[in-house]
């Protein structure tokens, strides 16, 4: 299985819409659409720069946001945070937080 870049992750402060990792010499990803005029044309949503931008923010916040998941994951686990809950329940909650985990890493 091949891993993500590791993070972190952030978005290009002259192209906002591009996001690099490692001090801006591996670009990530790009949430521009230069495809925009023929998306429209042919019907569907073309997101507009500020939507290219808030999605280039969203990619660039993904390995932060995969390390918390793996620690609220990893505390359920413990019940330090089910401790006052109903158990089923948090184990419902844990069972949906590690299908998002194995499908970040390609496993699902």
């Known amino acids: 299985m091949v891993q993500h ?3 972190p992750w952030a978005v290009d402060p002259e192209f906002e819409g591009d996001v690099q ?3 801006a010499t591996i670009e990530i990803a790009s949430a521009w659409d230069n495809s925009a005029p023929r998306i429209r044309k042919q ?3 073309a997101p ?3 939507e290219c931008v808030a999605n280039a923010r969203l990619i660039a916040a993904a390995p932060d946001m995969l390390s ?3 620690c609220v994951v990893a505390a359920m686990d413990d019940n330090d945070m089910c401790a006052l809950r109903r158990a089923d329940a ?4 844990a069972s949906a937080l590690r ?3 194995l499908a970040a890493e390609g496993r699902s």
């Open 21 to 23: 990792a490692e001090r």
């Open 48 to 50: 507009s720069e500020d």
């Open 43 to 45: 019907g569907r949503h």
């Open 99 to 101: 299908d998002l985990i």
């Open 90 to 93: 948090c184990d419902v909650e």
């Open 5 to 7: 870049t590791p993070g």
């Open 68 to 70: 918390a998941l793996r």
